[in-house]
């Protein structure tokens, strides 16, 4: 299994483009989530799924928006890229959303908008 | 607000026991949990307490104390490769059931 697959590992925007992360999961879980990573900060919440056909904001939700393809694919979308979103993007997934299910993570996209 | 305040750096020697502390200031606690990340890595679960007490896992435990909003996570025999960061996050009613992160804790061990 491989798990969470994150694509692209590393991107360089020029401020205004637009751009899609991708996100799949093969371990048949209902949640999904994207966060970022910025130095010296832990994570913070994008967006997330709670399941397949349902989308809620986290706490950083401003300038992004989000797919739920299907059970298994969760994208975000930079529709406008800023300098400010320059970060590590992290998607994950988990068995349910309101219990800890622990988190399971892809591997990162480390994004730069010039 | 909600807030969670833990060391930036530990530092600690091979073979020895480091304790990294997490306090927050939530409504509606739920739960903390542990994570560690490698540079250039993927956060990973370690553990998560609920309850008050302490929940061993291998040379890992973790330790939550409710009532006084304080947790931490213990690490005994510590090997080279536990050099890495360590997040605590904690789950409440008012971040919807969300995990609200921690800044870290980066870990140095010294031969």
């Known amino acids: 299994n491989a798990g969470v697959t994150q694509t692209p590992k590393f991107q360089v925007l020029k401020t205004g483009q637009s751009m899609t992360l991708q996100c799949a999961q093969d371990?048949?879980?209902?949640?999904m989530y994207w966060y970022r990573q910025d130095p010296g900060m832990g994570l913070r919440l994008i967006y997330y799924?709670?399941?397949?056909?349902?989308?809620d904001k986290g706490e950083v939700p401003n300038g992004y928006n989000v797919s739920r393809l299907n059970k298994r694919e969760f994208s975000l979308r930079l529709e406008s890229a800023a300098p400010s979103q320059t970060s590590v993007y992290f998607c994950?997934?988990?068995?349910?959303?309101?219990?800890?299910?622990?988190?399971?993570f892809g591997s990162g996209t480390q994004l730069s908008v010039l | 607000g909600q807030s969670l305040e833990q060391p930036s750096e530990v530092t600690a020697v091979e073979g020895a026991i480091v304790q990294i502390n997490c306090t927050y200031q939530?409504?509606?606690?739920?739960?903390l949990s542990w994570y560690q990340q490698h540079d250039g890595g993927a956060p990973t679960f370690l553990s998560y307490?609920?309850l008050d007490g302490l929940e061993e896992t291998g040379r890992f435990s973790s330790f939550l104390s409710r009532s006084d909003s304080y947790g931490y996570l213990l690490l005994q025999e510590l090997q080279m490769k536990d050099s890495a960061s360590y997040f605590c996050?904690?789950?409440?009613?008012?971040?919807?059931?969300?995990?609200?992160w921690g800044a870290g804790t980066k870990l140095i061990i010294k031969p």
């Open positions: 994950a997934s988990s068995e349910k959303g309101n219990s800890n299910e622990k988190l399971f």
């Open positions: 371990m048949n879980h209902n949640s």
């Open positions: 799924s709670a399941s397949e056909g349902t989308t």
């Open positions: 939530t409504s509606g606690f739920y739960g």
């Open positions: 307490n609920a």
């Open positions: 996050a904690v789950r409440t009613m008012d971040s919807n059931y969300q995990l609200i």
